[in-house]
């Protein structure tokens, strides 16, 4: 019966011998992947330091030769083929300029020597802690989703047998419930808005569209970077209702700067979109007002910026701030306007009509982070009072059992039977 062959990557039984003084070998057969037997040696200033190296030299083995990393390699090595997957990747372009400034700031400074074979889960839970401690939970879940997807390389590569991230535990953020404007506050916060940019000032004029663009957003429930990638042939003012198409947003690139991406934040939020009459209305004004002007905009869009090119939702979101802080609101920001526009709709016709109306995939994440908890208490009289109880002094008394029927004589002569009667 023929002898059953080494399983793969693994070896025979180590012969140790001494080569000169101060010098000793070590040697046996090894399968390697590809399925040979190979003989494999090292060396070494003792026996045992032999046998160990040789040991070692098995353990490289196991990566296949065409593997770009191996046990041995740097993660600062894993990083460069990771980096050339990711952009090779259909990551949003945001996405992949967040990962790789994870990478850079935070990954590759505090780990990049350490040797791929050497990260354990407690090398990457202690990388994690201290992330934790000085940036926040945020910022270590997005290091911790990076490492993940770079182990999963490495792994293709057999440089580990098991990914070190799984297992790990990150802390979550702590998740504030959700704050609205009510109708009162919105008209509130845009009287002061528009007093705000009419006030006289020293030296350059103040926005005029601070109003109108908080006007579309809470009108619209839209991103920021969606109203700023809104050009006019993705509104039909003429329509019945008059619609938007939602179809594109205003991204940031570490390389590119400003720009307009083909497609919003996900799939779920290409969405049309109904306007009510008083956007219609100022719109339509704004349109005039667009063409009367004659301000270059090349791309025809409804908010460009001051020399016509795309609007840096950025800029606006710090503006933003520095104006509501002054009105006494410094708790709204443009993403408030969402959480009113969802919290409103969510009231009239449901979370699922809201969660499309954001463009969301889950109505868990509306209700979760957008959709203002509900304070005041139902009215839900008509429906408890099914379980009113009874006024027992109030209820009829029975009647009075009738009496019973005459018995029958038993001589078969009773009236009423009797044919003849």
Request: proline residues 6%.
């Amino acid at each position: 019966m023929a002898r059953e062959p080494l399983p793969l990557g693994t070896w025979g039984s180590v012969k140790v011998s001494r080569v000169a003084a101060g010098t000793w070998n070590a040697r046996a057969k090894y399968r390697d992947m590809d399925g040979k037997v190979r003989i494999v040696e090292a060396r070494g200033g003792s026996g045992a330091a032999a046998r160990q190296n040789l040991l070692q030299k098995f353990a490289d083995r196991k990566t296949p030769r065409y593997g770009l990393v191996n046990p041995r390699s740097k993660i600062n090595e894993l990083i460069e083929v990771f980096l050339v997957e990711l952009q090779a990747s259909d990551k949003a372009e945001r996405t992949k300029d967040k990962y790789a400034y994870c990478i850079k700031k935070y990954i590759a400074p505090a780990i990049g020597e350490v040797r791929i074979g050497e990260t354990t889960s407690g090398v990457i839970d202690n990388f994690i802690r201290k992330l934790v401690e000085d940036t926040g939970p945020s910022t270590a879940r997005s290091c911790g989703a990076v490492m993940s997807w770079m182990f999963k390389l490495a792994l293709r590569h057999d440089a580990v047998t098991v990914n070190p991230v799984i297992g790990v535990s990150i802390p979550r953020n702590r998740t504030a419930k959700p704050q609205a404007l009510d109708a009162a506050q919105y008209q509130d916060l845009r009287d002061k808005l528009i007093g705000w940019e009419t006030a006289p000032t020293l030296g350059r004029p103040r926005t005029q569209e601070l109003h109108e663009i908080a006007d579309c957003l809470i009108a619209t429930g839209a991103r920021p970077g969606e109203l700023f990638a809104l050009r006019w042939d993705d509104i039909d003012l003429d329509a019945d209702p008059p619609t938007v198409f939602i179809n594109a947003t205003v991204i940031r690139t570490s390389t590119g700067g400003v720009r307009i991406q083909d497609h919003p934040k996900s799939q779920h939020g290409i969405r049309h979109l109904t306007l009510p009459d008083f956007l219609v209305e100022q719109l339509q004004e704004r349109r005039k007002r667009q063409v009367e002007l004659g301000v270059p905009n090349p791309l025809n869009l409804v908010f460009p910026s001051s020399t016509g090119t795309v609007c840096d939702a950025n800029n606006v979101g710090k503006l933003w701030r520095k104006v509501a802080d002054s009105l006494g609101y410094t708790w709204v920001t443009l993403k408030t306007f969402r959480k009113a526009n969802a919290t409103l709709i969510a009231r009239a016709l449901g979370p699922e009509a809201a969660a499309y109306q954001a463009g969301h995939s889950k109505v868990s994440m509306t209700q979760e982070h957008y959709i203002e908890e509900l304070r005041e208490a139902l009215d839900t009289r008509s429906v408890v009072d099914a379980f009113k109880p009874k006024d027992v002094s109030q209820q009829p008394e029975p009647e009075d059992e009738q009496a019973p029927a005459d018995k029958e004589d038993g001589t078969g002569n009773d009236e009423k039977d009797d044919p003849k009667v």
